[in-house]
């Protein structure tokens, strides 16, 4: 990639030469290369880190099974039990950030482990629970567990794929996170309604993360590889995957697009270099090429850093289609857990959790449909377009989820307003599940797509804003529904979810506008941490830091 060249732009790359695929990012010739390891090794990795996703999404949403337990046995009201749901989201999403800049500086390895343990502890403090404030708080520890889901997990798995394979691997990481969202609530109300008790639920989870931290330490291996420490070559692939010889003159393609081949024509290096051992594979910390000492100051510096993702429109865009699907999913499962429960149908804490197994098969199509599909359009979209891949071209599989989703909200809305049974709110649910499985998939593939040296970065700015509007809705949703009914407040966000899908539509027309306006903060974002650019940031920190009016300031806070 040369970012120096006046036509390169983020987010346009050259995907096809001649009918066949570009690797991107090139791989090294290294041994140690994680886009070199077989395909088995590279799968069991995907397999436990998307594993990751799926726990710690069962155990952030299985607290709502407990309550009946909580409240009976404890005297623990409903609307605390609310607050420790937006507890959680807090946890979540600013322990994503917090949390982001360890995976650079120390490794993917060891915030993987230290979220599992977290969330180990959370479920103990959650099994224990005897007042209102543990309750509350038992739930931050198990949304710092989820953190590590929200931005680690996209990272290790583009280590592993490349670009093109991008909105494969985000599937099945949304369909993981979809599993345990969805099979959690149905696991715990089974537990719940046991003879074990409520307080099981815990319990269970706290054997399940223990296993975990054990399965983790012994065989989730290292994924931080310095690639800027080698030269790479351009491998094209056919469409089938077979190996072909690259034509790095791509004659064809710089008279249509001056420039881009560069981003395949760097030579590639022979190497000599040893594979790591087992036991550098899975050491509990891998430092950092340019790690100084412990890395604390790095840590703050990039910390600061990373606050600047939130000045990318895709980062927002993503951020809010997310987080709308994260806000709509507090709404049904309320709905489900007040309402069904009463009148006409009387639904104990098993047929609420059943209430899921639609919104998980809607999930999975949703998923294989904004994973692997929207892969091969963006392919066909390339041949179209001479071989080159825009960002924007897989916001089109957005638009048909204006209506599906909608529709799936209006089905279950009027229908539990109007005592429905059997089929009309059930097929709703699956209808919004579906929308949940490919509107996160496709909006992050996307971001990923426009600036893939910011995948950390900017999945932590999608998980910050994701998890506040989550966090604010969730405080507002009782009160909501009570205040409008449940078939009219459901028209409403019904509405407003068809809006934020349509946002799609500014998104396709400018969003090359918007790379193109952010190119600069963008090669800079990316380039902040090596050579003495790094340096002069840390040194222009220290310098604010030692100025006047910052000491004048800290001196007037109140003691």
Known sequence: ??????????????????????LSPPPTQSVNDPLNWSTPRKYWHALLVCFIAGLTAGTSNDAGSA????????????????????????????????????AWLWGRRCSYLFCILVGLLGAIWMARVQTTSDSIWNQLFVGISESCAEANVQLSLSDLFFEHQRGTFLGVYVLATSV????????????????????????LAVIISGTTIVVL?????????DRSA??????????????????????????KRPGLSDTVTALAEATDEKPKTYWQRIALITPAANLEGFGFKQY????????????????????????AQDAWLTFYLTVEDDDWSDAPWYYGDVGVGLMNLPCLMGAVLG????????????????KRNGGIREAEHRLWFLFPLAIISPLGMLL???????????????????????????????????????????VLEGMVGVAVINNSIACILTFTASMWLDDQGVQNTFIVIAALDCFFVLTTIPMMYWGKKCRQWTKARYLDFASVFSGTHGKRLRKDIRTILKCSWWRVYIQSLPT
Request: some cysteine; glycine content about 16%.
């Open 412 to 454: 279950f809305g009027i229908g539990t307003g109007q005592g429905w049974s059997w089929p009309g709110p059930y097929i709703g649910l699956g209808l919004i599940g579906f929308g949940w499985g490919c509107t996160g998939d496709l909006s992050m593939a996307y971001l990923m797509d426009a600036y893939p040296e910011m």
């Open 1 to 22: 990639m040369n970012t120096d060249d006046p036509e390169y732009l983020p987010g346009t790359s050259c995907l096809l030469n001649q009918g066949e695929i570009i």
């Open 367 to 382: 998923c294989i449909y904004g994973g692997y599909f929207s892969d091969v359009f963006v392919i066909w979209m390339a």
């Open 217 to 225: 330490y012994f065989t989730l291996e290292e994924t931080m590889f």
């Open 300 to 323: 703050c510096v990039r910390l600061m850093h990373t606050m600047r993702v939130f000045s990318f429109p895709a980062v927002i865009y993503s951020g809010v289609q997310w987080g």
């Open 180 to 203: 345990g969202t969805y099979l959690g609530p149905l696991i715990a109300g089974f537990v719940a309604d046991s003879n074990l008790g409520w307080r099981w639920i815990g319990w």
């Open 67 to 102: 309550q009946f337990g909580e409240n009976e046995e404890l005297s623990i009201s409903y609307s605390a039990m609310n607050t420790g749901a937006g507890v959680l989201f807090l946890g979540i999403g600013y322990g994503t950030f917090f949390l982001s800049p360890a």
């Open 230 to 255: 080698y030269q790479v070559g351009g491998m094209a692939v056919s469409p089938g995957g077979e190996a072909a010889e690259p034509d790095l003159e791509l004659k064809g393609l710089q008279e």
